[in-house]
């Protein structure tokens, strides 16, 4: 199916664990995204990526690695996660800007991860 | 930090009244982008405006576009419990270079009461 995917859609781990969550998008986007929400903050980016091999920090990277080596997936992983990392994480995906179709970006379900 | 700041926080209207968010933002920006989250779900976009239009349309949205005020409006008419949602601006930003990286608003909770 075409579209944006996401998993785990939930997980639930432990202070200290690495994990990773996995973001797959079939549309063949040069941008990839991800952002975390929480209650008071909205939905703030944690890094981006503008092509395979080419990342970049957000607003909120401490405690987070990406890695880009295919154009459709865009894995973010906590390497040691925190309590306070216990958030709802949003993968997205669009095209550049200078496309002509605008940079509208389209977002997968959502992984909620609650840390122990 | 911020870009865009929705107001109000939360909105309850009836189904079939108008209702009206509004966005304000601090730098200059290329276009400013409306989104909806329903509960439990992603963010869908609704509308996008380019800097150098006031006002667009689709469907029951209306978007303006104020870039002296740095603010937008976001109007959806006769509203249905559908509607019943978050909406969130988002923009980018000149001065960071290209328009691909967005600034989301904390948003605005609407609930449309049948």
């Known amino acids: 199916d075409a579209g944006i995917t996401q998993s785990p859609r939930y997980k639930i781990t432990e202070t200290g664990r690495q994990v990773t969550l996995m973001c797959h998008q079939t549309w063949s986007h040069s941008y990839m995204f991800w952002y975390r929400q929480d209650l008071g903050h909205g939905l703030r980016l944690i890094y981006y990526?503008?092509?395979?091999?080419?990342?970049d920090k957000g607003e909120v990277p401490d405690g987070y690695v990406v890695s880009r080596s295919k154009t459709e997936n865009f894995p973010l992983t906590l390497e040691s996660a925190t309590r306070s990392q216990t958030s709802v994480y949003f993968c997205?995906?669009?095209?550049?800007?200078?496309?002509?179709?605008?940079?509208?970006?389209?977002f997968g379900p959502g992984t909620r991860l609650t840390v122990l | 930090s911020q870009q865009g700041e929705e107001d109000p926080q939360a909105l309850s209207i009836q189904e079939g009244e108008n209702a009206t968010m509004n966005c304000s933002y601090k730098?200059?920006?290329?276009?400013l982008q409306w989104y909806r989250q329903n509960s439990g779900r992603g963010l869908v976009h609704l509308i996008l405006i380019r800097s150098n239009e006031r006002e667009k349309h689709s469907g029951r949205l209306r978007v303006t576009l104020d870039t002296s005020k740095k603010s937008s409006s976001l109007l959806i008419t006769a509203s249905r419990a559908a509607d019943t949602a978050s909406y969130f601006c988002a923009t980018d930003s000149v001065a960071q270079g290209g328009s691909e990286k967005l600034v989301f608003g904390k948003g605005t909770k609407l609930t449309v009461n049948p």
């Open positions: 997205a995906s669009s095209e550049p800007f200078f496309a002509g179709v605008g940079n509208e970006q389209f």
């Open positions: 990526s503008a092509a395979a091999d080419i990342t």
């Open positions: 730098t200059s920006i290329n276009n």
